[in-house]
Structure formats: structure tokens, C-alpha cells
């Protein structure tokens, strides 16, 4: 089992920033990738960001190209998500997954086995 902890959310204005944190524990030598999805009211959770846990590779939504930053710190156990640029359609509550099957940068929910309770993120406009 691998438990995930986020947190870092709240509310901001357009154009401000955020920097959300994910605390892995537990079994944490099983995970492949650790990403973030999000999912705004009304609509489907979607894909944000990913990042390999044991190398350098990341990959991120369109959307969120250019704006966000993907990190992790292994020897704490640490995911981050740096969010810049935000805008009003970034609202929504983010949650921290963890893939265990494989290297592969998954992007889809159901590639991750491991899901934290969420922290919801508001941009005002």
C-alpha cells in the first residue's frame, strides 16, 4: 500500500501562484510515477502533470505547459506541483496518484493505482 498526503491549495488570484505538496509513504519503492490530476466541479477528473520517481522525465498537459512544474524530492518522499500563471479554469481540487505498474508516464486515471483525498485549488478572477 502507498498512502498519498496533499496539501498547499487555498485560494489566489488570477496571474498568482501556488505550490502543492504530496507526501508518499508506505510502500514507496513500488512507484513508477508519481503525477497530479485535477478535477474542476462539473467535469471529469483530468491529467496535470507526471513525473518519474527514480529519473528526470516529467510530462505535462497541454494546459498547463509552460505554467506549472512538476518536482520530487526522493529522500523525503515529496511530490510538488508548482503552479504559476494561474487562471480561473485551473480551479478545482487537485489530487496526487501514484503508479505502481511500470515506468511508463502515465497520463490516464486508471494507470494509477494509489490516489491522495485531494486539495482544492481556487483562482478569483
Known amino acids: 500500500q502507498v498512502q498519498l498526503v496533499e496539501s498547499g491549495g487555498g485560494l489566489v488570484q488570477t496571474g498568482g501562484s501556488l505550490r502543492l505538496s504530496c507526501a508518499a509513504s508506505?510502500?514507496?519503492?513500488?512507484?513508477?510515477?508519481l503525477g497530479w490530476f485535477r478535477q474542476a466541479p462539473g467535469k471529469e477528473r483530468e491529467f496535470v502533470a507526471t513525473?518519474?520517481?527514480?529519473?528526470?522525465?516529467?510530462t505535462y498537459a497541454d494546459s498547463v505547459k509552460g505554467r506549472f512544474t512538476i518536482s520530487r524530492d526522493n529522500t523525503k518522499n515529496m511530490v510538488y506541483l508548482q503552479m504559476n500563471s494561474l487562471r480561473p479554469e485551473d480551479t478545482g481540487v487537485y489530487y496526487c496518484?501514484?503508479?505502481?505498474?511500470?515506468?511508463?508516464?502515465?497520463?490516464?486515471?486508471?494507470?494509477?493505482?494509489?490516489w491522495g483525498q485531494g486539495t482544492q485549488v481556487t483562482v478569483s478572477s
Open positions: 496518484a501514484a503508479r505502481t505498474a511500470g515506468p511508463r508516464l502515465a497520463t490516464r486515471e486508471y494507470e494509477y493505482d494509489y
Open positions: 513525473t518519474a520517481w527514480r529519473g528526470p522525465s516529467t
Open positions: 508506505g510502500r514507496t519503492f513500488s512507484i513508477w510515477n
